[in-house]
T-cell receptor, first 118, second 116 residues
């Protein structure tokens, strides 16, 4: 079974400060990791993914995430937060099966509300 | 390229009725997944279809079903609606996964179902 934990329900930061949204995961096999953002009354928007390769992944809107296999973590980061970054952020994982592919199932964390204050 | 579209966007039904939701994937995407989002349970995987076949299924009762057509469009059906089925239902599409990789899913805006 695969699972994701986002230990913080809310994260508050001041505009211009760096932000981190935490995520840890559990999965058998190689993890495929994702971050999505959701604005009110909208679907989820893809930010970035880790499949393989460099542990630091860069994505949309200046976001990046660091994959740490030993700590089974995939924290989302941004060097300088904007008020417009305020939204609900989801970490998700999909595990590979023996054949190296997975079948469309993402397991999501409970989400973290990010609030950036002016 | 147009994104994932879902119809209708809002739906109000009463207990015991059934409902059908529709999803049109991004052109060229052949995998379609469905998720239920509620404040209490968060985002939960319902099922995934590829080439008109259900390849994966979440832990939902048999009242929840789906299908995919030859043009990759998908529908999900919920029969005998219960109050607890009130949720945002999200559809996502992705390119066909190849061995050793995983293509990200792109989500539609969702259908907000309210059961009275």
């Amino acid at each position: 079974a695969q699972s994701v934990a986002q230990p913080e329900d809310q994260v508050n930061v001041a505009e211009g400060n760096p932000l981190t949204v935490k995520c840890t995961y559990s999965v058998s096999g190689n993890p495929y990791l994702f971050w999505y953002v959701q604005y009110p009354n909208r679907g989820l928007q893809f930010l970035l993914k880790y499949i393989t390769g460099d542990n630091l992944v860069k994505g949309s809107y200046g976001f990046e995430a660091e994959f740490n296999k030993s700590q089974t973590s995939f924290h989302l980061k941004k060097p300088s937060a904007l008020v417009s970054d305020s939204a609900l952020y989801f970490c998700a994982v999909s595990g590979s099966n023996a054949g190296g592919t997975s079948y469309g199932k993402l397991t999501f964390g409970q989400g973290t509300i990010l609030t950036v204050h002016p | 390229k147009a994104g994932v579209t879902q119809t209708p966007r809002y739906l109000i039904k009463t207990r015991g009725q059934q409902v059908t939701l529709s999803c049109s994937p991004i052109s060229g995407h052949r995998s379609v997944s469905w998720y239920q989002q509620t404040p209490g349970q968060g985002l939960q995987f319902l099922f995934e279809y590829f080439s008109e076949t259900q390849r994966n299924k979440g832990n939902f009762p048999g009242r929840f079903s789906g299908r995919q057509f030859s043009n990759s469009r998908s529908e999900m059906n919920v029969s005998t609606l219960e109050l607890g089925d009130s949720a945002l239902y999200l559809c996502a599409s992705s390119l066909t996964p190849t061995s050793g990789t995983y293509n990200e899913q792109f989500f539609g805006p969702g259908t907000r179902l309210t059961v009275l």
